[in-house]
Each structure stands twice: as C-alpha cells, then as structure tokens.
C-alpha cells in the first residue's frame, strides 16, 4: 500500500471552510439545547444565589438627591460665574469680608 502526499493548502481551506458552517450551527445547538439546563439549575438554587438587595429608606433618597442638585448648581455656577459690576464702588476682596463679617 502506498502512502499518497497529502496537499496541506486543500487540508486547511476544508477544515477553515468546513469551520465557518460548523461553529453557528454548534453555537445555535447549544443556545438552544443548554436553555433548559440553565434554567433548571437556577430553579434548583445550584446557581444564580443573588444578594439580597438593601432597602432604601426615603428620607435619605430625598436628602442625597437634594445633595446632588445642589452640587450640580454649585458646579454650573463655576463654570458659568455671573458677571460682575462694571463700576464697583469698593474691592471684590473688601465686599467679600464686610459680606462674611455681616452674615456671621
């Protein structure tokens, strides 16, 4: 019996060929044929365990959501800063105190 030579070109080309129809058909079996399995072992409880989520308490949702609004105006005002007056009759550093010593 004689061994023939066999063309590694035409070798590859078939299996990559036969490759590329295979692997969606092998994909699509398992979808569909693993579905059922998955599904019974999350029913089981084997799988899936989920942490049990922590209740939220309403007065603190209000409290941080009125937290973050107002973080998020404090950071417009900085990024848009209003204007200041053309002609003004005392220093920006001088108003800044008489208006921090008037408050406290």
Same mark, same amino acid.
């Given at each position: 019996? #004689?061994?023939? %030579? *066999?063309?590694?070109?035409?070798?590859? &080309?078939? *299996?990559?060929?036969?490759?590329? *129809?295979?692997?969606?058909?092998?994909?699509?079996?398992?979808?569909? &044929?693993?579905?059922?399995?998955? #599904?019974?072992?999350?029913?089981?409880?084997?799988?899936?365990?989920?942490? %049990?989520? %922590?209740?939220?308490?309403?007065? #603190?949702? &209000?409290?941080?959501?009125?937290? *973050?609004? #107002?973080?998020?105006?404090?950071?417009?005002?900085?990024?848009?800063? %209003?204007?200041a007056p053309i002609a003004s009759p005392e220093p920006v550093e001088l108003r800044r105190v008489r208006n921090e010593l008037t408050a406290g």
């Open positions: 019996m #004689e061994i023939q %030579p *066999v063309d590694l070109t035409a070798l590859a &080309a078939v *299996v990559l060929g036969s490759m590329v *129809v295979l692997i969606p058909i092998m994909g699509a079996t398992l979808r569909f &044929a693993g579905r059922p399995l998955i #599904e019974a072992l999350l029913q089981s409880g084997l799988i899936g365990r989920q942490q %049990p989520q %922590p209740s939220v308490d309403q007065a #603190e949702l &209000a409290r941080l959501t009125r937290r *973050v609004l #107002e973080l998020e105006q404090a950071l417009a005002a900085q990024q848009n800063p %209003p204007l």
